[in-house]
Antibody
Framework: QVQLVESGGGEVQPGGSLRLSCAAS????????MHWVRQAPGKGLECVAV????????SYADSVKGRFTISRDNSKNTLYLQMNSLRAEDTAVFYC?????????????WGQGTLVTVSS | DIQMTQSPSSLSASVGNRVTITCRAS??????LNWYQQKPGKAPKLLIY???ILQSGVPSRFSGGGSGTDFTLTISSLQPEDFATYYC??????????FGQGTKLEIK
């Protein structure tokens, strides 16, 4: 079955960097657009970045534009999120999410999430 | 950007009750509306897509409706496992989709 497993979270000081990874299995990874969705403690869900199935198109939320970079390696079935210039308000659980596209578009598979804490 | 507004933000109900959660979009999104359920410490789970299509494996007590700007999620008879937070999401404005702020459903 489909599995998305995030890693790379942890505690970092403001201004620091982290790289998240998401290992995918049980799916033809190269066929799907992939997203990073975050959730600050006690808050709602926010899409922060999306990458097309072949990596040719990327989009970012305004809140992370210029600081975060999404990428993928289809030969390794892995999604990445490079996060630079981290701020306290970036503290959140980050989920790797598959987008299903057909007659409708929706997020059908989510990873378990990885916690990023930005604190001095 | 399309804004999504859910109401109520929280709701108390009893097992067996029928409950309805509303989601309003700031502009027409046709039927490009999805619903997710999230339990504490867990990732969200897709319940309904295309405004009214039940995801495989989701109990039939869940139903969705609406189109344009106004949508509903109804649970016909609450079960203990349904107490959770529910989010709507628009998938009309690609590629960055937006969520509602969530509705926390609690046991009365």
């Amino acid at each position: 079955q489909v599995q998305l497993v995030e890693s790379g979270g942890g505690e970092v000081q403001p201004g620091g960097s982290l790289r998240l990874s998401c290992a995918a299995s049980g799916l033809t990874f190269s066929s799907f657009d992939m997203h990073w969705v975050r959730q600050a403690p006690g808050k709602g869900l926010e899409c922060v970045a999306v990458i097309s199935y072949d990596g040719s198109k990327k989009s970012y939320a305004d809140s992370v534009k210029g600081r975060f970079t999404i990428s993928r390696d289809n030969s390794k079935n892995t999604l990445y999120l490079q996060m630079n210039s981290l701020r306290a308000e970036d503290t959140a659980v980050f989920y790797c999410v598959r987008e299903k596209k057909g007659a409708d578009y929706y997020f059908d598979y989510w990873g378990q999430g990885t916690l990023v804490t930005v604190s001095s | 950007d399309i804004q999504m507004t859910q109401s109520p933000s929280s709701l108390s109900a009893s097992v067996g009750n029928r409950v309805t959660i509303t989601c309003r979009a700031s502009q027409s999104i046709s039927s490009n509306l999805n619903w997710y359920q999230q339990k504490p410490g867990k990732a969200p789970k897709l319940l309904i897509y295309g405004a009214s299509i039940l995801q495989s494996g989701v109990p039939s007590r869940f139903s969705g409706g609406g189109s344009g700007t106004d949508f509903t999620l109804t649970i016909s008879s609450l079960q203990p496992e349904d107490f959770a937070t529910y989010y709507c999401q628009q998938s009309h404005s690609t590629p960055m989709y937006t969520f509602g702020q969530g509705t926390k459903l609690e046991i009365k």
